[in-house]
């Protein structure tokens, strides 16, 4: 048994059972990933694959549970070497964060300055999608953290951790009507186009949720996932647009005014995640701390030794 055979298996469960996607990604033949599956199938004596042919269709009931056996083994041996490094006193690697484009454009510029003040040796990858695919990244080890809106926390294979509160906010240029109001109501927006995110970004869903539950069907004429291509639009009067409230930069949008909006929405909450059974190096703990200040290093080991303890 060894390492290589054991990615054969975990990558292609991955790709869906294509062994020439799983060729591509551990950088070998198709041959070589058929013989070494068969070598470990053979060495532990049952069929982990279900074939037609030889052509891998799924997985046998067995091979459900040694997937699983393999998926640890196989973090666990990163953990190996990540702790290697942090005993060794490396202060250098790649911390890799996966984010939504809200986070990474208005809140982490000032978080990761300060990393790499404190850490010029270690180079970061930000990674930007939709929060599904920040979970998937963090629970394959594409990332370290996952930094997004409540979806995280539904990852039975994460451990996530609340960080702060945010709101929407309405933006309308100078001189709109609905400035005149005391308080905007969702009636109000209702008469008017609106312009916000696209459906699964920055709590969309809560907007979503607000108008059902009001019982309207609100006229969503354009959706972006990014805040400043959502202010551009409503700046050439294309629409009323509903924008995270972090992401409202006066000294870039001059023209345009914030309208409080947090009495319609639901509050979002910001929730940074890391995978379970995961080795943090020192340097992803201060990183979590600059981001979360409330988030202790104590804390946060105890609650991935809480996820990791035999149930």
Request: aromatic share 8%; glycine share 8%.
């Amino acid at each position: 048994m060894n390492f290589q055979q054991l990615r054969s298996i975990r990558e292609a469960a991955r790709c869906g059972f294509n062994l020439t996607e799983v060729a591509n990604v551990l950088f070998t033949s198709q041959p070589g990933v058929s013989r070494q599956i068969r070598e470990l199938e053979e060495e532990l004596g049952v069929e982990i694959f279900e074939r037609n042919g030889k052509r891998l269709t799924g997985l046998t009931e067995p091979g459900k549970g040694i997937l699983g056996i393999v998926e640890r083994l196989l973090l666990e041996a990163e953990n190996l070497r990540r702790a290697s490094k942090e005993y060794a006193g490396e202060q250098s690697g790649t911390l890799s964060i996966a984010t939504t484009h809200t986070q990474a454009r208005y809140v982490l510029p000032r978080v990761v300055q300060a990393f790499r003040d404190a850490f010029p040796q270690v180079r970061i990858a930000l990674q930007q999608s939709a929060p599904e695919h920040i979970a998937e990244w963090v629970i394959s080890g594409k990332a370290d953290i996952g930094i997004a809106t409540e979806g995280l926390s539904q990852f039975k294979e994460l451990v996530s951790f609340p960080c702060y509160t945010w709101s929407h906010v309405i933006v309308v240029p100078k001189g709109h009507p609905l400035l005149g109001l005391e308080q905007v109501s969702l009636e109000d927006l209702g008469t008017w186009p609106l312009i916000t995110y696209d459906v699964g970004f920055t709590g969309r869903g809560h907007i979503d949720e607000a108008f059902r539950q009001a019982g309207i069907e609100p006229d969503i004429v354009l959706t972006a996932m990014d805040s400043d291509v959502i202010q551009q639009y409503v700046s050439l009067g294309m629409g009323v647009g509903l924008v995270a409230s972090m992401a409202v930069d006066q000294g870039k949008h001059q023209e345009m005014v914030a309208i409080n909006a947090s009495h319609l929405f639901k509050a979002n909450i910001a929730r940074l995640a890391v995978r379970r059974g995961a080795y943090l190096r020192g340097y992803a703990f201060d990183f979590i701390q600059q981001f979360a200040p409330e988030l202790k290093r104590a804390d946060i080991v105890n609650a991935l030794n809480e996820a990791n303890a035999p149930q």
